[in-house]
């Protein structure tokens, strides 16, 4: 079978790491359990671009139980956990081209071998893998039916294609379902990130000035979970809307300029480019930390960091260090790629579980009525997002009331007032 993995060696203990991600994912479980029945993908082919974890390889399982011919890379040169690839390969027979650490050009060559099959569906995340479709190979764009997305920055890159009329199929934000950016993009990215900084640099948070630039979905979840080891947490926003937001949730708002000379620890996550940059490099303190979590590494301006520098060395895993000219050094963690899949294992299980199973509900989806589709962004489908919160609910030993008659008739009515 073609594949392009680190070490086969690695299979068992992915195997092992497959099925501890999947205890804690309980609605994948049901979803595949209906899938190994039902077989609604059959005959579909499917080519993903996904972090390669073990709750991706979980979702690659699925897929392939529910009948598709599926072939998965990575949708990041640094996030690939090597162990999965094996797994996947050796176990169920899921061609998938990843290894961690590739180059640019290896991890493009892989995108490419992904799509070698000619997919019905395309499953991306960041959007390249729509991209290079659209790029290199127009020839297999008639051939998709559909693709979906699964994170904010992919869906602003493919609303934007589609604004400039070049989609040429239809895509689902799987980003934007509720049961998705509500928990992944909050309590995934906020947990997982301090995980990854932690496991970079051991630091102790308590007592720590903590900058957080972006008060988005994820901003929000570092700087809950930050102020919660005991960091100050100050955040930086471009949007006048979300700084209130987070001055009432009770944060020290200031623009980077300032943020800078007093910050420990700095983590980007905008999903825009050079948040950090030489003007604020010059401010920082001796010994500040840099890292980011938005999808792309171009969050911290890297190339003038290097230019300010004098000399750089790798001082831990995942840490380098560089020396400025008057002898202040500066930490960058995990090369500015997304440091929660760099340095740690990304987003638990436990909230992998609602945005995998947006993924294979919408591929259904896709595969059934994608035809019907135009070449636009579409949300997931309410009724999708609504079974699977009352499915992680009723997995989660939680229930909730129902309307009675009455109540459903005051909520429809313009009548009744004081
Ligand atoms: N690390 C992960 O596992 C993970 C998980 C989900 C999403 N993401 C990525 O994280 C990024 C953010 O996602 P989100 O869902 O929070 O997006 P979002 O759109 O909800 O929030 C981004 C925020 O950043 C702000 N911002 C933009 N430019 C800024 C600047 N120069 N300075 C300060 N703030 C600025 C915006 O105003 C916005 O409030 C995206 O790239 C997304 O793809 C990463």
Request: hydrophobic share 40%.
């Amino acid at each position: 079978m073609i594949c392009d993995v680190k070490d086969m060696t690695l299979a068992a203990k992915g195997r092992l790491r497959m099925e501890w991600a999947e205890r804690s994912m309980p609605v994948l479980r049901m979803i595949k359990r209906d899938f190994g029945k039902t077989k609604p993908l059959k005959g579909i082919r499917i080519s993903a671009c996904l972090h390669v974890t073990s709750e991706t390889a979980n979702l690659m399982e699925a897929l392939k139980l529910g009948g598709a011919d599926v072939r998965l890379c990575a949708s990041n040169p640094l996030s690939t956990q090597d162990d999965i690839p094996a797994a996947l390969v050796k176990y169920h027979r899921i061609p998938v081209f990843a290894r961690k650490g590739e180059d640019h050009k290896t991890y493009y060559r892989h995108i490419l071998q992904a799509l070698d099959h000619g997919p019905h569906i395309t499953m991306d995340d960041g959007a390249d893998l729509v991209s290079t479709t659209h790029d290199k190979r127009k020839d297999l764009l008639p051939g998709i039916i559909g693709g979906t997305e699964e994170t904010t920055t992919g869906v602003i890159r493919l609303k934007s294609m589609a604004r400039a009329k070049v989609l040429r199929y239809p895509i689902i934000a799987v980003n934007d379902a509720q049961t998705k950016h509500l928990f992944d993009n909050r309590y995934g990215t906020g947990q997982s990130t301090l995980d990854g900084i932690l496991r970079a640099t051991n630091v102790l948070l308590a007592g720590l000035n903590f900058v957080v630039a972006g008060y988005g979905m994820c901003g929000k979840g570092v700087a809950m979970r930050a102020r919660g080891a005991g960091s100050r947490v100050i955040v930086t926003e471009v949007n006048p809307i979300r700084a209130i937001e987070a001055v009432m949730d009770g944060f020290e708002v200031l623009p980077m300029a300032e943020a800078a000379k007093s910050g420990d620890i700095f983590l980007t996550v905008t999903g825009n480019k050079s948040v950090i940059r030489r003007e604020h490099f010059r401010h920082m303190k001796d010994g500040a930390i840099v890292a980011n979590s938005g999808h792309f590494n171009v969050e911290i301006d890297i190339p003038a960091l290097e230019a300010l520098a004098k000399s750089k060395r790798r001082i831990r895993d995942f840490v380098d260090e560089f020396k400025l000219r008057d002898g202040r050094r500066i930490h960058l963690l995990g090369e500015g790629r997304l440091i929660n899949l760099a340095a740690a294992e990304g987003h638990p299980a436990m909230v992998m579980d609602m945005s995998f199973a947006n993924q294979a509900m919408s591929a259904v989806y896709i595969a059934r009525r994608g035809r019907e589709l135009e070449n636009r962004v579409y949300p997931v489908p309410t009724e999708i997002d609504q079974r699977i919160a009352a499915l992680k609910l009723k997995s989660m030993g939680s229930a909730i009331d129902k309307l009675t008659p009455a109540q459903k008739r005051y909520l429809s009515e313009w009548k009744e007032g004081t």
